[in-house]
């Protein structure tokens, strides 16, 4: 089974200050990881992307990430709405700051090939 890398590019909306971002970042930082995932937020520090953020999910197989994304466009499984229902009011938040992993940004998932 090839591990995976998914990528999202993360825009801050207009006025938020890094530091409030990546405060709620870490808040979501503490709530459980999907089975076979973990999740890292990067921020650029050269290059075309420098200050900005990207989100990495990295997933032990794609089953792992069909189990709780089974398509490109969505919907998310019914488990994977389960758990993103217990934390509604930490993705609401995020949503006011910025763009969310998913739906509303730039991604490509990467398969390990060597």
Do not use: Q
């Amino acid at each position: 089974m090839a591990k995976l890398y998914c990528l999202h590019e993360i825009e801050l909306r207009p006025g938020v200050s890094p530091a409030e971002f990546e405060k709620v970042v870490a808040e979501a930082k503490e709530s459980p990881d999907y089975e076979g995932w973990t999740t890292h937020l990067l921020k650029g520090e050269r290059g075309e992307r420098n200050g900005k953020y990207l989100v990495l999910f990295e997933i032990e197989s794609i089953a792992a990430r069909d189990r709780y994304a089974p398509t490109a466009d969505g919907p998310y499984s019914a488990e994977a709405e389960e758990i993103s229902s217990r934390n509604a009011e930490l993705w609401e938040r995020w949503l006011k700051m910025a763009t969310m992993p998913g739906a509303d940004t730039v991604y490509t998932d990467y398969e390990v090939v060597m």
